[in-house]
């Protein structure tokens, strides 16, 4: 692993183990030499074995003695490594096909629903481009990007920035639960199928990245565990989560590639971004139903809209080890900087979801007001109008209390009283 590099524009040594790479100078010095090779000079950064006219073991291996700069895995740490081009995957033959037979599918099936689809379509004045563009009834274009081998957060994120600039929806597709692009931006997880199934029109389930919100009140009826008391314990406030369809209750049935390629053109399906709530991750993209969508939005009283500037993950920050540079050339080697796995980044656990707090018990009925986050939450999760709502007379919890079956005292208070 190479821990240096001569930058050949300043004409300077970089460490790359420095916090400051050795040039506390340079504050954008990181961000300059980590840029897309696409969006800066090739040469730009140089082995510096080759710079020093010594052996570079590049020259016999068949890549070239420039560089680029990635981030590590080795033993729980992510430091700065600089490789030799070509990039760092090159994709096989079985993975070109893949990416070609699931953009082809993509656009056939916007074909058939009489959407308008177009594939490889420059972005921002030809920087970038979509493998496929479909273009909903009402103008709304999504821009599918399939992505079955890594890239990194950053091109994820600068991508899925230029495309919405450009008034493209972005939607990545993933093949691998370690994928990076996995909540880096809207996306979608299907099965590594080979590429003649997916050419043939096989099922192509959408294993990760679409998901339902459900609500419900944790009494000890509920199907569900309570979201804030360990244990079995019920606590009594409205909850709400989101599920994979296969964690729904009832079970869902599942979303499959040509729904998604429907329902985000019509605006039916929409993409979501849910802030962590102190877990380590900057946060939860998918893609839910408008239904569902505006259901969260008025619970949780908040529009939470896609993020347009990186956020950082426990897992992206870079260690730096300030160690001397070696200055020996280590191409070949640098496989062993990413021997440690990827974590899983597509967890079907639900997100952490939203508590909506118990009312105060027995409060006297002049001071009584329910608010809007309230009565919309307590409305999903009671299944009734919000019209309908009301408060028990004997606990002052929101209920049923109007309308086809109501009652005046919940079943708590009801099984309360008939034991009496």
């Known amino acids: ?60 291996g068949g890549k070239s003695p ?13 430091p700065l490594v600089a490789s030799h081009l070509p990039i760092t995957h090159k994709a096989t033959p079985e993975e070109s096909a893949q990416h070609k037979a699931t953009k082809e599918r993509v656009v056939a099936t916007a074909g058939r629903y009489g959407l308008d689809a177009e594939a490889e379509v420059p972005v921002a004045n030809r920087r970038s481009v979509s493998d496929a563009v479909v273009t909903g009834p009402a103008g709304l274009r999504v821009g599918w990007e399939i992505q079955y081998h890594h890239l990194s957060p950053s091109s994820v994120h600068r991508r899925s920035v230029s495309a919405m600039e450009n008034g493209i929806t972005p939607l990545w ?14 996306w979608a997880r299907v099965d590594d199928m080979p590429w003649r199934d997916i050419a043939g029109g096989k099922e192509m389930v959408i294993r990760g990245g679409y998901r339902h919100l459900e609500v419900w009140r944790c009494v000890p009826s509920s199907e569900r565990h309570c979201l804030v008391s360990e244990g079995a314990g019920h606590c009594g406030a409205i909850h709400a989560d989101w599920f994979v369809p296969a964690l729904c209750l009832p079970e869902r049935k599942p979303v499959l590639i040509e729904d998604l390629v429907l329902r985000s053109a019509t605006g039916e399906s929409v993409p979501v971004y849910v802030p962590s709530r102190g877990s380590g991750r900057a946060g939860r993209h998918m893609w839910v139903s408008a239904a569902d969508r505006a259901r969260w939005e008025e619970i949780v009283d908040e529009k939470t809209p896609l993020p ?28 062993w900087s990413v021997s ?81």
């Not at 560089?67 to 729980?76: E, N, Q, T, Y």
């Not at 597709?173 to 809207?186: E, G, W």
């Not at 500037?309 to 070696?326: G, H, K, M």
């Open 340 to 420: 440690d796995a990827r974590p899983l980044r597509d967890l079907a656990q639900p997100t952490g979801g939203f508590t909506l707090p118990r009312l105060p018990p027995q409060r006297p009925s002049t001071s009584t007001r329910i608010t809007p986050v309230e009565r919309a939450a307590a409305s999903a999760a009671l299944g009734c109008p919000p019209w309908e709502l009301g408060l028990c007379a004997g606990c002052d919890q929101m209920m049923r209390r109007y309308g086809p079956n109501a009652a005046m005292y919940c079943n708590v208070c009801r099984a309360t009283l008939n034991g009496r």
């Open 308 to 335: 347009t500037t990186p956020v950082e993950e426990d897992d992206d920050v870079i260690t730096f080890a300030e160690q001397e540079i070696d200055r020996s050339c280590r191409a070949g080697e640098d496989s």
């Open 66 to 78: 420039w560089m680029f700069i990635r981030r590590g895995r080795v033993g729980g740490r992510r």
């Open 173 to 186: 597709v993933a093949k691998d639960r370690t994928a990076s692009l996995i909540d880096r931006a809207p």
């Open 1 to 60: 692993m190479a821990n240096g590099v001569w930058h050949t524009g300043y004409g300077i040594e970089i460490n790359l183990s420095l916090p400051d790479l050795g040039h506390p100078h340079r504050p954008d010095l990181l961000r300059e030499i980590t840029a897309s090779v696409s969006e800066r000079d090739p040469q730009l950064l140089e082995c510096l074995a080759h710079h020093d006219k010594r052996e570079c073991l590049s020259e016999s």
